[in-house]
């Protein structure tokens, strides 16, 4: 059995292998032979503890994922989010590796979002709006923009404190970026994506202009919400994985059936955009496979070593 601790994990990450596996992660997952379990959400014995379970599998890979969230952690100076992936050996069920992944996980999530930016948003988008100032939003600005050039990143936060401190981080990785409200970031963006942990919209539809691509990536429980219902009855609907999108992602707030798979758009089997004022909208509950394909080819690279 092999372990990577999360020293090591994190240096062999990138973008650009984060950005591979999660492609592959999305077209696998529409395939005949790839299995999702049921999501598992619980929490610990302290108050706002919080950790999930993810399975699936395929004839290649079989496994598992545990990510947890500990607040109190801050205090002690650990850190608040834990991930943990579990691969099975497919013929024998014997435990393969162990892959501590928490800055992997960032990585992966960001991923997610810039294969569909990648895909759904207009070629000439050159501004992005990102709402949230915590952990995931710095991996989410610096992945759309492997994928786009954007010249202007406008960031929305509660607290204005924390957005002035978020810019400044962006600032240092090479960003133009500055913090705005949220009617501004809307009308201003050509590219929105989300990342909070909201339970109720965070802007209004009608500051959305047409050809918007906005990546929905905060909800991934029964609850949260982070985009207005309005926006669904004339936009183009994608996501992860449908069956699991509509149950715990942000589309179970929307009545409307015509969700497209995106891995259907990579492999050419539906059409993604299809006109320059097109509003797409992607939502990331987060699948188990995404996390399986990039612990394997983390595992693939330091066996190579």
């Known amino acids: ?90 013929e024998t069920g014997a435990l393969k590796a162990i892959i501590e992944a928490s800055a992997v996980n960032a990585y992966r999530t960001a991923a997610a979002d810039a294969v569909a930016v990648d895909y759904l948003a207009r070629k ?64 201003s963006a050509d590219i929105i994506v989300t990342a909070t942990t909201s339970n109720e919209p965070l802007f209004r539809a009608e500051w959305v202009k047409p050809g918007t691509h906005i990546s929905a990536m905060g909800a991934d429980k029964k609850g949260k919400q982070e985009l207005p219902v309005e926006l669904y009855s004339n936009a183009l609907l994608f996501c992860d994985f449908a069956k699991q999108s509509v149950e715990i992602g942000e589309l179970q707030h929307t009545s409307n059936s015509n969700i497209t798979n995106i891995g259907q758009v990579i492999n050419a089997t539906s059409t993604g955009r299809t006109s320059a004022n097109d509003i797409t909208i992607f939502d990331s509950s987060g699948i188990a496979l995404q996390d399986l394909f990039i612990a394997e080819k983390l595992l693939n690279i330091h066996e190579g070593n």
Not at 24 to 51: C, H, K, Q, R, W
Not at 136 to 156: G, H
Request: aromatic share 8%; glycine share 6%; charged share 15%.
């Open 1 to 90: 059995m092999i372990h990577l601790n999360e020293e090591h994990t994190s240096k062999l990450i990138t973008h650009e292998l984060a950005y591979d596996a999660i492609k592959n992660a999305l077209t696998a997952v529409i395939s005949d032979n790839a299995t999702l379990f049921p999501v598992v959400n619980a929490g610990g014995a302290a108050p706002n503890t919080v950790f999930s379970l993810k399975a699936a599998c395929t004839d290649k890979v079989v496994g598992w994922k545990t990510g947890s969230y500990w607040p109190n952690n801050a205090s002690l100076g650990r850190p608040c989010h834990g991930t943990t992936i579990f691969l099975l050996d497919p």
């Open 124 to 187: 000439d988008s050159t501004t992005l709006a990102i709402f949230g100032t915590g952990h995931q939003a710095e991996y989410e600005a610096m992945a759309v923009c492997n994928v786009r050039s954007i010249n202007s990143v406008f960031v929305v936060g509660r607290s204005s404190e924390k957005a002035n401190i978020f810019v400044e981080r962006l600032k240092a990785k090479g960003l133009n970026a500055k913090a705005v409200d949220a009617q501004f970031a809307c009308m």
